[in-house]
């Protein structure tokens, strides 16, 4: 069994490196993949090893990024496109959500773009405007893209391969704040597929829902709870589009309680849509509102107050016991 | 841009040039009249540049020579004439049809290509089998050069789906309603083509209006730092729905390219034969890895941006007259009777079968079923989505619960 030990960077890069070896058809393309190796290093080596064809050191042009890519996918290439960071994917937003959405219903599923688009997101890392937001539901909108956020190594080793093995276009968020965050990767394990949610701790109080940068944050609320008596179920979502929906309605009518947390501001974000969903499939079984802990309805503020915008393990743990207190 | 700003200008390089050799006109099929004559040049407007104009029809249909540009027609015989006259006279007839259609009621919409056939038939006739066509939503003359059924452009207009072909079947990709997207898609197909290590080229068709876009530009850029096998061919046909090109460029279109690192070329996009004798000079730059290219057929739409527009509201009737003057389809008529290369049973039997285009057409359209509702849950993804399986299941249930047969398929329950 090949088990190692590697950030969340590292075994993205590892996964991409796998990816490349296993299909001549993958190709990394974005700003400063190449001999940079990424702003965070993710793609470290990759073009040194496979060179500048198969690695592609693109123009600062985020549109441009996007509508080759799928330019690429529709000559029969599998395109991974790095977006530097979260608040520079709109420029490419049109063509996300016009084109890359949209051509394989246009074409009645005649022909597929299995486009993935790598977004490191979210905030915590001390960053200036337009490097820390979660602009996850946006995307979760629009049919025809799927929507993923690993939490840890495993899942960003996996859910990276099995993205860019999806005939869909995927967008694949990345949390930033933990890639330096170490944990093991079974490189020979069969994973779970690439929309189902995990458990990641059992509990019978209360449940915490949570995807990408916030499931370390609910795991240590969990743990910090238990201290106090509570037993707190987390899952992690993994999957933003579709969701898995069941698992969290199982969890929710073991624990009768259940509370959203995301980094994206709360307000139209996916913490209302998995309430709505929930409320409609357990309204009998809650025996508390769905309450949801998030981003404000502001902008990413400036990083000295990031923390106060964040949610962290007591705001967490604060709506714990107002779901309690029902 | 006036009237006379958009007058076909004097072919530089065709008047400035020499004779053309004797064996290239014979093999033309054709014999160089004469060469254009020398108009006084009209000034563009906010450039104050003096473009030149690739032409080798003039609008009387009178064969000008161009050195550099005879040799890519030099092996254009009388046949591939009338073909490309075919090709032109069969596209009008089927946009005329679909014009008259949804005045009817049976298109929703329609983007008349009416004008624009010499530069759709010419660069699309220059185009091989394995080269791929990145179309706006006006290309269906370049359809029709690709073998695609006509018919096929007409579904989502009709609203019964957003597309509705196989773009392998013939490399034409479906038509990109976002002005300019197309552009990027082409060029990534091209870097792929590159990456293949293949000969083939992509066509990248785009309107003037586009040029100003965003991707466009980005579209240029991939293009040119790759060295991607890609022919943008602007087709400028004065009107971004009602703006003039003025309002999108104060410079030439075509030197646009020069800022980019590839050639432009300003081609009289009513001379089917020039249109084609560009486009594969731009489409053999690209196969033989001289990279991108950007040609401007210098065009006009004669009719309505869509069915929806009224062009009477911002633009002169003067100005349509005095492109009517230049029409495609009469001119290369005029050189075919000319030269011979057609007798009145030839056009006549093309009325005839272009007469039929229109019927099948009519009949087609109006025989087009609209989709069944379930179909709105269809190729959205290819590997499926639990959401929309849910959600085709509820839409069933409700569906199926205004049926009146006791036995419903859809849930294999008795309907009370």
Redesign the interface.
Known sequence: MAVKKLPVAKAINESLRTALEADPKV?VMGEDVGKLGGVFRVTDGLQKDFGD?RVID??L?E??I????????????RPVAEIQFDGFVF?AY??IV??LA???????????V?VVIRIPYGGGIGAVEHHSESPEALFAHV??L?VVSPSNSSDAYWMLQQAIQ???PVIFFEPKRRYWEKGEVNTDAIPDPL?KASVAREGTDATLVAYGPMVRTCLEAAAAAAEEGKSLEVVDLRSI?????DTVQASAEKTGRLIVVHEAPVFFGAGAEIAARITERSFYHLEAPVLRVGGFHSPYPPARVEEDYLPGLDRVLDAVDRSLAY | MTVESTAARTPRRASSGGKRTSASAKSAGASAKKSASAKKPAKDAGAGAQPELVQLLTPEGERVESPEYDKYVADVTPEDLRVLYRDMVMTRRFDAEAVTLQRQGELGLWPSLLGQEAAQVGSGRATREDDYVFPTYREHGVAWCRGVDPTLLLGMFRGV????????SNNF??Y?I?IG?Q???????????A??GADSAVVAYLGDGATSQ??VA??F??AA?YNSPVVFFCQNNQWAISEPTEKQSRVPLYQRAQGYGFPGVRVDGNDVLACLAVSKWALERARTGEGPSLVEAFTYRMGAHTTSDDPSRYRRDEEREAWEAKDPIKRLRAYLEAEGHADEAFFAELDAESETLGKRVREVVRSMPDPEPMSIF??????G????DEERAEFAAYQASFADAPADAATGGEVK
């Open positions: 190709v064809d693109t123009p042009a549109s441009g996007i509508g080759t890519a799928i330019g690429l996918a529709l000559r029969g290439y420029p049109d063509q016009t084109q949209k051509m394989y219903a246009r074409s009645l599923g005649k022909i597929k299995p049919a025809g799927k999806s005939d869909d929309h589009s579709p969701i898995d929906f | 789906n957003n597309g509705g072909w196989d773009p392998n990709h479906l990109t976002v997207s552009t990027l898609h082409a060029t990534g197909y091209a870097m792929g083509i990456k293949d965003g991707d980005e579209a850029t991939f730092v269809e190729n959205i993804y290819a590997d989505h639990a959401l929309v």
